[in-house]
């Protein structure tokens, strides 16, 4: 339901430019509290794509009421250097590194989910994230930046945004980007889909790894290719470039037939 309020919620480069700035804020703040060397540095908050990590993977923190509105991760195997990065240590036991640098990221997600109005923080403990934290068209927005050679990244959802970075709200300095820039420059992902036919459900039931299935298609039959949510945009035919799969458009819906 959440995914069909916030659909081509794209968030343009205005305010992408105004939500790292105001990302950067807690981030100073929190290596201000936690860095035991006093050296000034100022970690630059950067876009990047949301890449959804597993629990083995990364520690993945998460706010929000219900589904998260904000998550703030980093790989579980860089958290001992974050804690020895913080304390100004080359060495030491890596469970207390380790915890040290678990309590330093649940810190920094306080600190920005207290800034957004998401509330308590959480640890993620499931494969699946929600689409609205990953997808763009949904307004998904993804961030990185990197402390003692350790990369934190940042998925906030459209409504994490809005509350941050209102649309009216614009960095100090930072040029308005026409709203068409914006919608072109959106990344959209396609879905290449072919009718093969149709089986029983016994049949379906019975299958196995190495089993070949035969379509009732030719080989020249042309595929559709669908732009999210399922709408068609045209028909193409199957190929290969090299070792990768490759479709050529027959005819398009925004341009008609070749």
């Known amino acids: 339901m959440a995914d069909a309020v916030s659909r081509f919620g794209w968030i343009g480069p205005t305010r992408r430019a105004a939500l790292r700035e105001r990302i950067a804020m807690p981030v100073l703040a929190w290596l201000a509290d936690w860095r035991m060397a006093h050296d000034g540095i100022a970690p630059h ?9 597993s629990p083995d993977e990364a520690c993945v923190l998460q706010a929000g009421p219900g589904l998260p509105n904000l998550m703030v991760m980093a790989a579980r195997d860089e958290l001992v250097r974050l804690g020895n990065w913080l304390a100004g240590i080359h ?11 678990r ?4 810190d920094l997600a306080h600190r920005i989910s207290h800034l957004g109005g998401q509330g308590d923080v959480r640890e993620h403990g499931e494969i699946a994230w929600p689409r609205t934290l990953t997808r763009e068209e949904l307004g998904a927005v993804g961030l990185t930046f990197e402390v ?7 998925a906030l959802s459209r409504v994490a945004v809005d509350v941050l970075c209102p649309a009216d709200f614009r960095a100090a300095g930072v040029a308005l980007h026409p709203r068409g820039d914006a919608a072109t420059a959106a990344v959209v992902s396609l879905t290449a889909g072919l009718d093969f036919g149709a089986i029983s459900m016994r049949e379906l039931g019975d299958l196995r790894v190495g089993e070949v299935l035969v379509g ?3 080989l020249d039959t042309p595929v559709r290719v669908l732009a999210p949510g399922g709408e068609e945009i045209g028909s193409a035919r199957m190929g290969r470039l090299g070792r990768r799969l490759a479709i050529t458009m027959k005819s398009s819906m925004q341009q008609g037939n070749p």
């Open 91 to 101: 060495e030491s036991p890596a469970t207390l590194s380790s915890d040290v640098g």
């Open 45 to 53: 908050v950067d876009d990047a794509p949301v890449v959804p990590y």
């Open 216 to 218: 009732e298609c030719s």
């Open 103 to 106: 309590a330093a990221l649940e």
């Open 148 to 154: 003692g050679g350790v990369t934190i990244g940042l």
